[in-house]
C-alpha cells in the first residue's frame, strides 16, 4: 500500500567529507557537487523520486510519523562521486541503541526500526537514481593512470 503523505521539503547539502560516513568511500576528484545536486533537488528531482518512492515503500504513516518528529530527513546527504560516476548518498538511520535512549515515545520495536532504516535507504536510492538518470548531464572524468601497459 502506497505511503499518502504530503513530499517534504528536500535536505539541505552541506559540506560534508563522505569518507567519514561508514558506509562509503570515494575515490579521486574531491568536486562533489552539492550546489548542483541541491539544486536539482529543489528544482523537481526530490519531489519525482519521493513520489516514486512513496509508491512502493513498506515504510507506514505511524512510522513515517516518527521519521518527521525525529527530524531525520534533514540529516540526508547527496554527492557526486566522479570515480564511479554515480551520485553517491547517505541515509540517516535509527540507532542500534534508539530503546535506551528513549527516542520516540511510539518507536517500540525492532521492526519498526528496521522498516524506518531500511525505508530511508531505499529512498536515498530512488532519490541517486533519479538525479543521475534524469537530472545530471555531467560525464565522470576518470582519468587512467600512466603506468599501464600498453597491450597495443
Known amino acids: 500500500?502506497?505511503?499518502?503523505?504530503?513530499?517534504?521539503?528536500?535536505?539541505?547539502?552541506?559540506?560534508?567529507?563522505?569518507?567519514?560516513?561508514?558506509?562509503?568511500?570515494?575515490?579521486?576528484?574531491?568536486?562533489?557537487?552539492?550546489?548542483?545536486l541541491d539544486e536539482f533537488l529543489r528544482e523537481g528531482a526530490w519531489d519525482q523520486a519521493f513520489d516514486e518512492w512513496a509508491a512502493h515503500t513498506d515504510v507506514t504513516p505511524e512510522e513515517w510519523d516518527i521519521v518527521l518528529e525525529l527530524d531525520l530527513l534533514k540529516q540526508f546527504d547527496f554527492f557526486w562521486d566522479d570515480f564511479a560516476d554515480r551520485v553517491g548518498y547517505h541515509a540517516p538511520g535509527l540507532p542500534q541503541d534508539w530503546k535506551e535512549r528513549k527516542l520516540h515515545p511510539e518507536l517500540t520495536s525492532w521492526g519498526q526500526v528496521s522498516s524506518i532504516n531500511a525505508g530511508l535507504t531505499e529512498l536515498g536510492q530512488v532519490v541517486s537514481e533519479t538525479l543521475k538518470e534524469d537530472y545530471i548531464d555531467w560525464e565522470a572524468e576518470y582519468e587512467a593512470p600512466d603506468d599501464l601497459p600498453d597491450f597495443g
Open 1 to 36: 500500500m502506497p505511503l499518502d503523505v504530503e513530499t517534504p521539503t528536500p535536505p539541505e547539502l552541506e559540506e560534508i567529507d563522505p569518507n567519514q560516513y561508514e558506509d562509503a568511500e570515494i575515490l579521486g576528484d574531491t568536486d562533489y557537487h552539492r550546489d548542483e
